[in-house]
């Protein structure tokens, strides 16, 4: 239920853009990501996984992840930029799914020694993210495109084959916070909420800066097996 509440989100989202209000096409791609965040979560919960569940949100990451943030950017800032801005959506989505298909059949041959700490390359949704910074950076500012529309394009097509890549990109799945580390977290967690209340878009902009920072950071510090096991 939450994976086609998802779809009808990111399906929503297009809708949204072509009528040119962006900022709530944005916030229902966010909304998908939130779900896709939680649907694995309550069905391994509920013991009820399936093999359609896991097909159903695949599909579901494509259209949310791959097609919706890639034709908001195009309607938003591309569609004078002829045909080059269209290509850089079609490598965009083709990425996304390239991505998620590599994720469908390394789980259906599970490497028991992959450290789950970790995924290769970007996840789609934070990919998504990443993707529509440029947007989020310009509702944060209160103005319409202001990055020349090469440099959005070649924003693009490097965030796409960044899905594709081998890079090892920190997962927050596996993550423990010390008992002694508790009170400062919850702390960071009330401010960064409050800032998402009063300041959502440059909180939203700063994560996704926080969030490229974190993978150059990490990223001499650990290599992937060639087999490493992603997720979608």
Same mark, same amino acid.
């Given at each position: 239920?939450?994976? =086609?509440?998802?779809?009808?989100?990111?399906?929503?989202? @297009?809708?949204?853009?072509?009528?040119?209000? /962006?900022?709530?096409?944005?916030?229902?791609?966010?909304?998908?990501?939130?779900?896709?965040?939680?649907?694995?979560?309550? *069905?391994?919960?509920?013991? &009820?996984?399936?093999?359609?569940?896991?097909?159903?949100?695949?599909?579901?990451?494509?259209?949310?992840?791959?097609?919706?943030?890639?034709?908001?950017? /195009?309607?938003?800032?591309?569609?004078?930029?002829?045909?080059?801005?269209?290509?850089?959506?079609? @490598?965009?989505?083709?990425?996304?799914?390239?991505?998620?298909?590599?994720?469908?059949?390394?789980?259906?041959?599970?490497?028991?020694?992959?450290?789950? *700490?970790?995924?290769?390359? =970007?996840? &789609?949704?934070?990919?998504?993210?990443?993707?529509?910074?440029?947007?989020?950076?310009?509702?944060?500012?209160?103005?319409?495109?202001?990055?020349?529309?090469?440099?959005?394009?070649?924003?693009?097509?490097? =965030?796409?084959? &960044?899905?594709?890549?081998?890079?090892?990109?920190? &997962?927050?799945?596996?993550?423990? @916070?010390?008992?002694?580390?508790?009170?400062?977290?919850?702390?960071?967690?009330?401010? *960064?909420?409050?800032?998402? =209340?009063?300041? *959502?878009?440059?909180?939203?902009?700063?994560?996704?800066?926080? /969030?490229?920072?974190?993978? @150059?950071?990490?990223?001499?510090?650990?290599?992937?097996?060639?087999?490493?096991?992603?997720?979608?």
């Amino acid at each position: 239920m939450l994976t =086609v509440v998802a779809i009808c989100a990111g399906l929503t989202a @297009i809708r949204y853009g072509l009528q040119g209000s /962006y900022e709530i096409a944005v916030q229902l791609i966010l909304l998908a990501a939130v779900l896709d965040g939680m649907d694995g979560r309550l *069905a391994r919960a509920l013991k &009820s996984e399936s093999g359609m569940g896991a097909e159903l949100d695949s599909l579901a990451d494509f259209l949310n992840f791959g097609v919706a943030p890639g034709f908001l950017l /195009y309607t938003w800032a591309l569609e004078d930029s002829r045909s080059f801005g269209w290509l850089a959506v079609l @490598i965009f989505a083709v990425c996304a799914v390239v991505r998620l298909a590599r994720f469908n059949v390394q789980r259906k041959s599970e490497d028991k020694e992959h450290d789950n *700490a970790y995924f290769t390359g =970007v996840p &789609s949704p934070a990919g998504a993210m990443l993707v529509m910074l440029p947007m989020v950076l310009s509702f944060a500012f209160a103005t319409g495109p202001f990055l020349p529309d090469l440099v959005i394009v070649v924003w693009m097509v490097l =965030v796409g084959l &960044s899905m594709i890549s081998r890079i090892p990109t920190w &997962s927050f799945k596996t993550t423990r @916070i010390p008992r002694k580390n508790a009170k400062f977290f919850l702390v960071a967690v009330a401010f *960064a909420l409050a800032a998402a =209340v009063s300041y *959502a878009w440059i909180t939203l902009a700063l994560l996704c800066l926080a /969030y490229i920072a974190a993978v @150059i950071i990490m990223l001499p510090r650990r290599k992937l097996p060639l087999s490493g096991r992603k997720d979608g």
